[in-house]
C-alpha cells in the first residue's frame, strides 16, 4: 500500500486545483454514463458482461461495473492481480491468460477456494500441471469436489497465444474435459489488435474471420459430445460485433469506462464512434516551465503517461498540443500563448491500461471537487 | 509500501528460477563494476559525480553510488522522489528540474531542513515562490539563517526547460542572488535528447555547442560579480566529453549503473561504447505459450518493460528476437526453437528509467542465487 500522507494526491471535498500533480483523475459522471451504456449495450446484444479489470485495477470501479453495470464478475489478466482484487472482495474472476508451472498452479487453486475463478490454456503441459495441482490441493486437505475451470485459449486471428486451428483447440477441450480436478468452461477468443485497425472495412473483415473461426471451433466441440458453456473475448473497439454474432456469450470490454486518447480515434463504418463512451480518465498536469512563447512545459512524462499508443492529448486548451514526451515533461506547443507558468492542464492519456498502472491512486472529480479517492489496487501486480 | 508476502518476487537465497516473474534483476557484480568504473572516470575527469537518482529510484543503489561510487550524492526529478530518498537517508540531493506554486516550495524548503537539497529554476516566478517559502518558514519557527538553493536551468539545445539565453541567465541568477532566503548556487545545464543521437559527429557538434552556451552563461555570470560554484548537467552518453570540457564542475549520469538497449546502442566516433559499461540490468521473464514452431510468448509486456525507447532485446538466447510488445506479453520470434514452455529468459529494456519504475522490487544476483532485495523506494513518486 502506499505511504499514507506522502502518497494520496489529495482530500476527499479538495478543489481540482488543489490536487498535487501529475496525478489520474477521473470525471465520475462520465465515468458512470460508460459503465451505464455498456450495461444497456450487453443487455441489447444478449450477452453477459465480464469488464476487463486489467485496464483500471481498481476494486472500486470493479465494483461498480459488477453493481451498477451489471457485470457477471471480471476479467484479470494476471494471478497478482485476481490476487488483489480478491482480497479486496471481487470475487468472480477469469484470468484471460496462460500460466505455468507448479507455483502459479497452486497459487491458482488457491485462489479457487475463495472465489470462483477460471483460466486459460493452449498446451497440454499447462492443463497437465493444473490437474496435478489440483490433486495436489485435494490430498493437503482441500474438498474432494475441489475443480478448477479452464477454458481454452484459441488463436482467432492476433498472432499472440492461443491454440493455432481448430484440431488444436478440440483436442485441448478434450484433455481438459478427461483430466482429473478440471472442468471444460469454453472458449477464449480475443482479438485485440484487430480493434487498433483504422479503417472499419478492414476491421470488420478481420472482426468475421476472427468470429468464423470460433464458430468452427465451438461446432467441431459440440459434435464431439462436448459441452462449451462459454465463449468469450470482445474488447471496446469490437464489442459490438462480437456480441451480435451469435457466437460469443460473454464481452469482456475493458477500456470503455474511462477511454483513451487511441480509441477515442476508432470509429464504425458510418464514422460514428463504436459505443459512443466518453473521456473520464485525464491525467491532471502543471505547467512548471515557460520558457519561450509558444513552448509550455507540465510534469507529467513517461512516468505518468504510457506512450505506447502515441503521445497524450491535450484537452480543453484550443490550440495546445503535445510535442514531445519526455521522462518527467511533456513538452507542449502553445502558439496561442494560453498556458501560464502554474496552469493545470487534463493530458488524455494515449493508452489507458499501462497509464492507470504507473499511478497509485484515483482522485474521482464530481463539480469540481474530489468525491471519492480510490487506490489502484492491483498496481504493478505484474506477476 | 508493497504487500509483505504477495508483491516480493523472491527471498533472500533464493536461485534465479524461483524469482516469480516478471521481476526487475540485478547481476550485482556488473552493477558494482559500473558504479567503479565511473567513480574512477569522474576522479580523472576532475569532476564531483552526483548520479541520476531518477533511473533507479533506489535508496540501496544510491547509497552503493554514494559509498563505493565516489557519487557526492544524487540528483532527482521529483519532490516526491526526493521526499522518499531523504526519508530512506539520501540526504545530499540536487533536484534538476523547476518546481512551481507555494505548496511545493513549502515541501522543499521542509526538505531543507533535514537534508541538503537545492532545485533549479528558469523563471522569476518560481524565485519569488520559492524566497516566500523561505520568509513563510523562517517566521513559522525556522532557524533564521535557513536558506534555499537554487540554481538556474539553462536550455543549452534541448528546447525544453530553460532559460533561452545568456541574457535571461544572468537576468534570472542575479534575481536569485538577490531574493530574501535563496542562495545561487550554479548553472544546470543538461542536454538529454544529444546523448541519444546516433551519428557521433553529429552528437559532438551539438554538445560543442552545448558547452559554448554553458561557457558563455558562466563568463557573464562571473563577469557581473556573482560567483557560480556549480556548473552540473551531463550524462552516460556525454559525460566524458562535458567532464573533460573544463566548464562543468558536475556530471549527472544516471543509466550507467545498469544501462538499457538504447544506450547500448550509442558509439563513440571510434566506434567503441562510451564509458565501457556493462548491462546489469534484465527484466526477468517466463514462456508461458509456445502456440507454434517458431514463437514463443512470455510474460513481460508493458506493464515490466518501457517501449518509449524502442522494444527490449532478448538476452543469452541466440536467434531469438522480439516481435511485439503488448499489455501483459512480449511476443518472441524464436525461428530455432530455442525456447520451451516454462522457459526464463531475460530481457533488456529499452529504457531503463521508466522500466525500473514499473517495479516494486529489485531482485540482486550473485553467482545465481538472489543476494539482495532491494525495494524501488521512490516507485510512482511522480508529483
Redesign the interface.
Known sequence: ???PG??I?ARIGDPEAAI????LILDLDQLEANIDRMRADARRLGVDLRAHA?MHKSADIARLQMTRGGAAGVCC??L?EA??LIRAGITDILLT?????A?RFARLVRLAQSARIAACA??P??VAQASQAVIEARAAGAPDDLELELLVEM?CGG??????DTAATLALAQTIADSPGLRFGGLHSYY??AQHVADPAERDRLLALSIARTAEARDAILAAGLPCPRITGAGTGSYETEGASGVYTEIQPGSYAVMDADYNRIRRADGSPPGGFGQALFVLA???????PG?A?C??G???L???SGPPVAHGVPGVSVR??????C?LDDPEGRLQ??DMIRLIPG?C??TC????WYAGLRGGRVEALWPVTA?????
Not at 498472432?159 to 493455432?164: E, K
Not at 502543471?286 to 519561450?292: A, G, N, Q, W
Open positions: 500500500m502506499p505511504d506522502y502518497d494526491p498535487a500533480t501529475p496525478a486489467k489478466q494476471k497478482s490476487e488483489a491468460n496462460e500460466l505455468v508451472g507455483a493452449d498446451h503441459v499447462q488463436d498472432g499472440r497465444c492461443g491454440t493455432p485485440g489488435s502543471t505547467v512548471i516551465s515557460t520558457p519561450v513552448r512545459v510534469d507529467a513517461l512516468k505518468a504510457a506512450v505506447d514531445a514526451v519526455s521522462d518527467e515533461h513538452t507558468l502554474g493508452h491500461d499501462p498502472n504507473l499511478h497509485d498496481r504493478g501486480k505484474v506477476f
